[in-house]
């Protein structure tokens, strides 16, 4: 299974960390060791001092895609789902200081939290509303009509570089109100009022 990841795809979340708005989507990928399911804890690595979280909306693929048009990229996604891209923000930092690549700082073991799925035909996609609390306090919000890049745009753009696999799952940028971890946290994530997973960072 392929982890596409989207960057800066909320422009108050770019400002928030000193980025310029991007003109074309930022694509990253995680290994499928990456992911994180069923509600289970988030284990602290050793190799940093400042893990942060940052929900996203996930979009899982209903069959192979290559080169999908936009008018047709909403045929391409069968579910949408909820989860947190963990990020380690002091390694980050220092790739993006360097010009060198994330991929240590993204796509570490455990780092693409994925939560339940809903099929998109159950949800009104014009518009998704959602949320991550952390200790029962809300910390993120955001709606996907403020997505720089649409799921549409997103489908379109990757699927041009990359062929997609039926159950491969793309990360779609966060929001603002980004933020650190510590051991003991409870992070909860949100579409609506219902709720898509939960983690204990130990
Ligand atoms: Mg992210």
């Known amino acids: 299974m392929n982890i596409f990841c989207i960057g800066r795809n909320y422009s108050e979340h770019a400002r928030e960390l000193n980025n310029p708005v991007p003109q074309t989507p930022i694509v990253f990928c995680k290994p499928s060791g990456a992911l994180l399911r069923d509600n289970k804890p988030f284990y602290y690595p050793d190799f940093s001092e400042d893990i942060q979280y940052e929900v996203e909306l996930l979009l899982r693929l209903a069959k192979p895609a290559r080169a999908v048009p936009k008018h047709k990229a909403i045929e391409y996604i069968s579910h949408i789902g909820l989860g947190i891209d963990f990020t380690a923000r002091d390694i980050q930092s220092r790739c993006k200081d360097k010009g060198l690549p994330w991929e240590i700082a993204k796509g570490f073991d455990h780092s693409a939290l994925i939560g339940e799925w809903i099929d998109i035909h159950e949800l009104d996609t014009s518009n998704i509303e959602f949320s991550l609390k952390k200790n029962k306090e809300l910390v993120q919000s955001g709606q996907s009509k403020d997505m720089l890049f649409q799921f549409e745009d997103l489908i379109q753009y990757i699927t041009s570089i990359f062929t997609l696999q039926t159950g491969d799952i793309i990360f779609t940028g966060t929001p603002s ?17 219902r709720r898509m997973f939960w983690t204990e960072i130990r």
């Open 177 to 193: 109100g980004v933020g650190p971890v510590k051991r003991g946290d409870l992070l909860e994530g949100f579409i609506g009022e």
